[in-house]
């Protein structure tokens, strides 16, 4: 059976001008979202007990704590109801948490992108006549 060339990354080559993915801000569903599903876990009730007294399903609760739905203002303010909170409390608190998830994701994003490796050459200089030597990554023809 015929074998089959292996492909080698240069340092420089193309996947490292990429830059490296930076962490985004979190959405604020997301964040509302983890809010509710801790002020709930908090008070030890399930998705159908919370769900039942905000008048909505169990498995829409469950998107919405997911950060998959985008919930109404009329039903966030339902669910802190269930929970008994205030839309403007659950407000202040997922705003809270919005602003130190930020600091915390600034402070981690690198200030300066990382280091490439770069191709070199050195001269190597002698009696005769200078000569060139090729260092780092290089592609030699035969």
Request: glycine share 8%.
């Amino acid at each position: 059976m015929a074998e089959h060339p292996t492909l080698h990354s240069i340092p420089g080559g193309r996947e490292d001008r990429s830059p490296a993915p930076q962490p985004r801000e979190p959405l604020w569903r997301e964040v509302l979202g983890q809010r509710l599903r801790e002020l709930r876990r908090d008070q030890d009730e399930t998705l159908a007990e919370t769900a039942g007294r905000a008048g909505v399903s169990p498995q829409y609760l469950s998107e919405v704590e997911r950060g998959r739905k985008e919930p109404s203002s009329e039903m966030i303010a339902a669910l802190a109801g269930a929970l008994g909170t205030t839309l403007a409390d659950l407000t202040e608190l997922v705003a809270e948490d919005l602003r130190r998830q930020s600091i915390l994701i600034r402070m981690s994003a690198p200030t300066t992108p990382p280091a490439r490796p770069t191709s070199r050459l050195t001269i190597i200089t002698g009696p005769d006549k200078p000569q060139r030597r090729p260092t780092g990554p290089v592609l030699m023809a035969a």
